[in-house]
């Protein structure tokens, strides 16, 4: 079992920074890909990025790519998703979720999901 809490997020403005965190607890978290999605209000939710279990693979959406970073300390137990130059489009709840294979970006095939984390950007 993997429980997962998502933190970090808030109010922006476009251009700005923010940096979540995913923090999980469970022995068997460090064998897990993570991956970040997200859901805007009346919209599907979507893939934004993800990394394998030892960190050194990631693959992300193109909309995102060169401004979000994602991360893992292992030691720690927890993921991180750097955004940067943030737009009023990433405007979402954003959630972290869990799954054994890599690369998932199809969320219905991962095992675990955090609450989710509400990113607003104003432009």
């Known amino acids: 079992q993997v429980q997962l809490v998502e933190s970090g997020g808030g109010l922006a403005q476009a251009g700005d920074s923010l940096r979540l965190s995913c923090a999980a607890s469970?022995?068997?978290?460090?064998?897990?890909?993570v991956g970040w999605f997200r859901q805007a209000p009346g919209k599907e939710r979507e893939f934004v990025a993800v990394i394998n279990w030892a960190g050194g693979s990631t693959y992300y959406r193109d909309s995102v790519k060169g401004r979000f970073t994602i991360s893992r300390d292992n030691a720690k137990n927890t993921v991180y998703l750097q955004m940067n130059s943030l737009k009023p489009e990433d405007t979402a709840v954003y959630y972290c979720a869990a799954v054994l294979e890599y690369p998932i970006i199809r969320p219905t095939r991962y095992d675990y999901w955090g609450q989710g984390t509400q990113v607003t950007v104003s432009s």
């Open positions: 469970g022995r068997t978290f460090s064998r897990y890909a």
